[in-house]
């Protein structure tokens, strides 16, 4: 890990040094809807020519077959044929999830008896993408192909579709009827949603791998293939700050998170790097390296080296901590203001997501084990521990109060696990 110039300050670069965090309070979602409204969305509405099709291959390294019949969750949904990759929960009600999978569809379900409440039809290839918008009126699914529909949940109708290149993620903004997608030839494209008004934000010529609608609801942060990372201003659709050469990774991003204020920005990548980026002025604060970690031996004559890569990441809301989720099982907590290791949690299995409570220090990791856990990033010490799956866990969802996670996997199934516990 690389420390700041002055240790124990979110140091920049040059003389920039935070002195003071001034809090100005967050528009209100109706300022922002207001200002969405504003946005010029050109006509761009051409549907972009045929990408490749991706290719998914059978994956089952890391999961035993001897898994244990061990089923902790309360309900399990069982309409998928095949693997089910992704899951979102309707977040003004908390009792509907969406998911979507290898099988072409995607289902609106209630948590509380895994009863269907409607098919999202139509899909022609794996559903990699499903999200409820911010007032739960609308779902969103999302093909590999880069066919995304809209559905209105109190009706179940379709009032909304739009054909891009490859998907690569597709996210709802946190105030409005506005929906961002990044794609396979590096743009990311975004919608005002039922009407369809379109713009598009063009980056470099390689996918538009992760992004994220930062909390103001003004910036959203893409990151890209070529290891290079853009913050950009949604309303005159120009990029604010790129971070390329060695500001950037070597690698390719795979995900990207905000602290709660949208002040912070973390980025991670296949190059093992976390980066922590002051969003106001696009400078990187400091670097978390794997080598700060545990030092990996060499590997031996014949043997290959164990791959590794920054799998998920994310800050907590309520403590200046953030962790980061890696493909050989380690989580890391991180303190931000001194900008050292705190905790070192470690995972038989790669992690494949994380994600912390809303309003506590408590950090949640889905594996390829097949497993949940709970850990409390104040110790670094497992809370609880989840099982169900035969197979590995694909992706999963926290409800507001946490009480609620909804995991699903390789085994074609989603499941709800109740996590509440009297003493937290």
């Known amino acids: 890990m690389e420390p700041a110039e002055e240790p124990g300050a979110l140091g920049f670069h040059g003389d920039e040094e935070i002195i003071e965090v001034v809090e100005l309070g967050p528009p209100g979602p109706d300022d922002l809807a207001d200002e969405m409204e504003d946005v010029d969305f050109d006509d761009e509405g051409a549907d972009e020519p045929d990408a490749e099709a991706w290719e998914t291959e059978e994956d089952d390294e890391g999961v035993e077959d001897s898994m244990e019949a061990q089923d902790d969750s309360e309900v399990t949904f069982s309409l998928h044929s095949a693997s089910v990759f992704c899951v979102s929960l309707d977040p003004k009600t908390n009792t509907l999830a969406v998911t979507g999978g290898e099988d072409d569809k995607a289902f609106v379900w209630h948590l509380s008896d895994g009863e269907l409440l409607f098919e999202c039809s139509g899909h022609k290839d794996s559903v ?20 995304i529909k809209v559905w209105r949940v109190d009706t179940k109708e379709e009032v909304w579709s739009f054909e891009v290149g490859d998907l690569e993620w597709m996210e709802w903004h946190p105030q409005a009827h506005v929906l961002l997608a990044g794609t396979a030839d ?10 369809g008004d379109c713009k598009t934000f063009q980056g470099p010529a390689c ?14 942060v893409v990151g890209y293939e070529d290891g290079t990372m853009r913050i950009w201003d949604l309303k005159q659709g120009t990029s604010l700050h790129v971070l390329k050469g060695q500001d950037g990774h070597q690698d390719p991003l795979t995900c990207v998170a905000s602290n709660h204020d949208g002040s912070l920005i973390m980025t991670g990548s296949v190059d093992c790097h976390a980066k922590l980026i002051n969003s106001a002025t696009g400078k990187v604060v400091c670097v978390f390296k794997t080598e700060s970690i545990a030092p990996k031996p060499p590997a031996g004559e014949g043997e290959e080296a164990e791959s590794n890569s920054v799998e998920s990441l994310g800050f907590c809301n309520v403590m200046p901590l953030a962790a980061v989720g890696y493909l050989d099982g380690t989580l890391a907590i991180y303190d931000l203001p001194t900008q050292s290791l705190r905790h070192k949690c470690q995972h038989e299995s790669g992690i494949v997501q994380l994600l912390w409570e809303e309003s506590s220090a408590v950090v949640y990791t889905c594996s ?27 992706d999963f ?24 516990r009297p003493d937290r």
């Open 128 to 147: 990699t993408c499903a999200g409820f918008s911010h007032d739960s009126v609308f779902v969103a699914t999302g093909d590999m192909s880069g066919l």
């Open 186 to 195: 590096g743009n990311s494209w975004m919608w005002k949603i039922p009407s």
């Open 207 to 220: 996918p538009a791998t992760c992004g994220r609608i930062l909390p103001d609801g003004k910036r959203a």
């Open 368 to 394: 390829l084990d097949g497993a949940v856990r709970l850990w409390d990033a104040r110790s670094g010490k497992i809370i609880s521990e989840y099982r169900g799956h035969s197979a590995e866990i694909l």
């Open 397 to 420: 969802a926290v409800n507001k109060d946490a009480s609620i996670v909804v995991t699903t996997s390789g085994d074609h199934q989603a499941k709800v696990f109740c996590v509440q």
